[in-house]
């Protein structure tokens, strides 16, 4: 038996292939919706792939599932409770799928959604009775567990599936053996959790002595516990989750759509007529010069996440990038199930170098920079687009927070009539930031290079940075 880990690490999400060498045959469970990877490694060894599991209904990406079952004929299996529009087949608790030299048997574990199953695995060489290792998909972290306030699930409350959780952890996988591996379908950055760990394999003994949520308590102050201090739901969850029931178009389909030359003209018309500007590269490039109202995040960061968060998934988009970036623009887009690419500007930046009336230019400034400006008689406002908790943990004196996904909608906090410097944490979330506030017709913002980090690197601990900086003037 062969059990292998694929981990995406823009989308701290991890995905499996169970194999056995004497039939030949491979299992899938959780694919991203890019599937080449389970292909080539099914090709280098000869297995066929008769059959993917989904854990449950994922609000974070696109699942490959239609992906490999037009690719290989795979069966799409799920848990019973879960509602698809296209064929699947229904495992209920216990259920049991046996290749050659390992079995795969179905817990149904609800809680992080009502259709959670898990995947206890066994290596039929060794034991038919000791499990190797579980799939949890979303039910069990390594550090943490599910949460059961995604809303992913309509109709089910947070309580109820913290109940569920509660249920499901005691009374299903902590039954298993202490040794046993645990493999989950996230790691460290995901949304799906907020204590997840960095580590990607546990044992079910180490999580029950470390992981917070398994420790002795009753159900309520368990509920009250996963339910606490959760991280803000990105935008998009809702909108995957949908997109995970039902039947639509193969990544494939939707690159070959997609990977179109637009020319200029044809790219300012789409722009008038609602079409979003996606300009994707690197936040130095776009304050160098970028195209009027378009919004800037950049491929080198977490792109999907971000996009999913600050675009809307029913309008067209357009891309600006580095001319050979596009194709790869479109499928991590698509991994978030964002089809609705219609081209890119052919020739990408420049395109518009002759035209001066389309371009924007970007201001920057140092950490430096910023602390003279803000001992002068009309220092600038500091917008902090980070998350709340990163602003609670540390923050230039009198800023003010406004987190990214909300920076659009809540514009008007920030004073009219003085110079306004963005930051989050690096210089990433605060280039997509300068687009936003662009847009919303505050001309000329400001950037801080390197963002919060940069200004703790020049002026130290945050108490020392009000005495040298001054930074008690800010308005």
């Known amino acids: 038996m062969v059990v292998k880990q694929f981990y995406l690490q823009c989308l701290a999400h991890a995905s ?4 056995d060498e004497e039939t030949k045959t491979a299992v899938v469970v959780d694919p991203q919706r890019d ?18 599991f989904l854990t449950h209904f994922h609000a974070d990406f696109l699942a490959g599932h239609l ?80 949460r059961p306030d995604l809303m992913a699930s309509v109709g089910t409350t947070a309580e109820e599936l913290g109940s569920q959780l509660f249920d499901s952890l005691r009374n299903k996988l902590m039954t298993l053996p202490d040794d046993t591996l645990v493999y989950p379908a996230h790691g460290a950055g995901s949304m799906c959790g907020k204590n997840l760990s960095s580590e990607t394999v546990s ?52 690159v070959k759509n997609s990977l179109t030359p637009l020319p200029l ?45 600050l675009l809307n998934p029913k309008r067209p988009v357009v891309l600006i990038s580095e001319p050979g970036t596009e194709k790869e623009a479109i499928e991590r887009l698509g991994r978030i199930g964002f089809d609705q690419v219609v081209g890119y500007l052919d020739g990408g930046m420049q395109a518009i170098q ?21 001992t002068t008689t009309n220092p600038p406002t500091v917008v902090d687009v980070r998350g709340i908790k990163e602003w609670e943990a540390g923050h230039i004196d009198q800023s003010l927070n406004i987190p990214l996904p909300h920076l659009a909608e809540q514009v008007q906090r920030i004073p009219a009539g003085t110079p306004v410097v963005v930051h989050c944490a690096s210089g990433y979330r605060s280039s997509a930031a300068l687009g936003v506030l662009e847009k919303a017709g505050r001309m000329q913002p400001m950037d801080l290079i390197g963002g919060y980090d940069a200004w703790l690197t020049t002026w130290g601990h945050p108490k020392h940075q009000v005495q040298t900086a001054c930074v008690t003037s800010c308005a």
């Open 16 to 19: 499996y292939m169970i194999a």
């Open 35 to 52: 599937i080449d990877q389970y292909l080539q490694e099914a090709q280098t060894h000869g297995w066929h792939i008769p059959f993917v």
């Open 67 to 146: 992906e490999l079952q037009k690719q290989t004929g795979a069966d799409i299996g799920m848990g019973s409770k879960a509602k698809t529009d296209f064929p699947i087949t229904s495992y209920k608790d216990g259920d049991v799928l046996e290749f050659g030299k390992f079995r795969i048997q179905v817990l149904e574990t609800p809680g992080h959604t009502p259709e959670s199953i898990s995947l206890v695995v066994y290596d039929l060489a060794t034991s038919s009775e000791h499990p190797h290792c579980v799939l949890t998909g979303d039910t069990l972290f390594i550090g943490d567990v599910g």
């Open 203 to 254: 044992t079910l003994g180490k999580q029950r002595w470390e992981n917070y949520a398994l420790q002795p308590m009753t159900k309520q102050e368990f509920i009250g516990l996963v339910t606490a201090d959760q991280p803000e739901t990105p935008a998009y969850f809702g909108y995957d989750a949908q997109m995970n029931r039902e039947a639509h178009q193969t990544l494939e389909e939707v």
């Open 265 to 309: 003209e044809e790219t300012l018309e789409l722009q008038q007529n609602g079409a979003q500007i996606l300009d994707v590269r690197k936040a130095v490039d776009y304050a160098g010069g970028h195209l009027k109202d378009s919004l800037n995040i950049g491929l080198s960061g977490k792109f999907a996440t971000w996009a999913g968060t």
């Open 354 to 374: 002759n035209r001066p009336d389309l371009l924007q230019k970007g201001q920057r400034i140092s950490a430096q920079g910023l602390a003279e400006l803000l």
